[in-house]
């Protein structure tokens, strides 16, 4: 699985967001900010100015509300400012509440920095031009609802918007590209007017047209909320009650099951001897990739040692892309959303790639589609710990999608 470079690089990388702040002899927040450890955050803290904050912290805007889950966690709303001791958006983060000062760790997939760079824009998706168009034409949306996306090329960004073809009437996408100036320090979607950045750009289109009477109105409102990680890896089997059986697969069966009687996930039960030790290592690397386009692996359950080793994930309502390909609706997809199904498949395996991670057995079983019909790749890494005990047993592989690498 990739080289030792690129695995040690993972490993060392891991455990950071949690490691880091369970040392007992450091605060995770300075004494007179939080006044005291992490795990104090039931407790009201002392109002601390903003200035303060700022110069030892950094500011961040809630992009989703968040309801309190574990014993240290910190809960907020929408559009609330919290303060974080580090940038890297990755795992969870210890920050302090602008508000109530108080402290506790947070999911950094449900904030953005609050500075003016468009990938930290409240309009700024993650996501592809088929995409994007799709999330505008959901019923609802009024003329003039915009995102800041990549554009295709990964060259920059792209202002798409929600328009109305003035001949016919019907609604349509509009892209402008966002482009800089020789310098580099400016941006511009028409050279008769530049600015100092996008967030200033947003801004003055929303008072003035971009073209005829398009002017913009508000930012794509976030129809999904991130899965949630848990934030101890390994997870007290009794908070996992298992429901309906979804399938099975080469590594188990899976079923739906609930969390602490909270949240809804996926759980994979191992059906047959896993050596434990290396799977999770292996495991604890995948607990850290974190992408749209990939299935978030919360946690795992590897105790009692003779229970089922369990694997939970986020639950994507549709399953498999081989069933939903076969059902009715997945036989009336148009073209376009089979090209963005291909597009956002290929999204996951290039940022796997870009982790040094092997997926192993790509098939469309292995690929899980969302109720917006969006998909995730899944299952990724799991292939080792059934080729590895079961290589010369009888053990059931899918010839038809393996490389002839593996076949060798």
């Given amino acids: ?38 795990d104090d955050v039931e407790k009201p803290r002392a109002k601390v100015s903003e200035t303060h904050l700022e110069s030892k912290f ?34 969870w983060i210890a920050a302090v509440h602008s508000k109530t000062g108080r402290s506790g760790f947070i999911p950094g997939n449900h904030v953005r920095l609050d500075n003016d760079h468009p990938t930290n824009l409240d309009s700024f998706f993650d996501m592809d031009r088929l995409t994007c168009e799709k999330q505008l034409f959901l019923p609802g949306q009024t003329i ?18 929600l328009d109305s073809d003035p001949s016919t009437g019907i609604n349509r996408v509009r892209h402008f590209k966002l ?33 005829r009477s398009l002017r913009l109105t508000s ?14 890896f390994e997870v007290n089997r009794e908070t996992i009650v298992l429901g309906n059986k979804l399938g099975e697969g080469e590594f188990g069966e899976v079923y739906e099951a609930r969390w602490n ?20 290592m292996e495991a604890q690397t995948m607990h850290r990739l974190h992408h749209p386009r990939i299935v978030q692996l919360l946690g795992v359950c590897t105790k009692p040692p003779n229970a089922p080793l369990l694997i939970i994930t986020e639950l994507l309502p549709k399953g498999s892309l081989l069933n939903f390909l076969k059902s009715e609706e997945g036989q009336a997809l148009l073209i376009n959303d089979q090209i963005r199904i291909m597009t956002q498949i290929a999204d996951g395996m290039k940022y796997l790639e870009s ?38 047993k009888a053990c059931k592989l899918c010839v038809y999608w393996r490389n002839t690498v593996r076949l060798c």
Avoid at 64 to 88: C, I, P, R
């Fill in 1 to 38: 699985m990739g080289n030792t470079c690129c695995r040690k690089y993972r490993l060392s990388q891991m455990t950071v967001s949690k490691e880091r702040y369970d040392n007992t002899s450091h605060n995770i927040l300075p004494n007179d900010i939080s006044g005291g450890k992490c």
């Fill in 58 to 91: 950094y500011r961040a805007k809630a992009l989703y509300k968040y309801k309190k889950l574990f014993e240290n966690d910190l809960e907020f709303e929408k559009g609330d400012v919290l303060y974080l001791t580090s940038d890297d958006l990755d795992g």
């Fill in 144 to 161: 003039g609802t915009y995102m800041v996306r990549c554009r295709g090329d990964g060259s920059g960004y792209a202002l798409s918007v």
């Fill in 179 to 211: 482009l800089k100036t020789d310098d580099g320090q400016r941006v511009y979607i028409t050279q008769s007017r530049n600015f100092a950045s996008v967030m200033e750009l947003i801004k003055y289109y929303t008072d003035h047209v971009i073209e």
């Fill in 219 to 232: 930012p794509c409102p976030r129809t999904f909320t991130p899965p949630v990680q848990f934030i101890d």
């Fill in 261 to 280: 009687d909270q949240l809804k996930v996926a759980v994979k039960s191992r059906r047959v001897n896993t050596d434990v030790e290396s799977f999770l």
């Fill in 355 to 392: 982790k040094c991670f092997i997926h192993r057995d790509l098939r469309a079983a292995n690929v899980l589609v969302d109720r917006d019909n969006s998909v995730k790749v899944a299952d990724f890494g799991l292939a080792r710990f059934v080729h590895e005990t079961t290589i010369y």
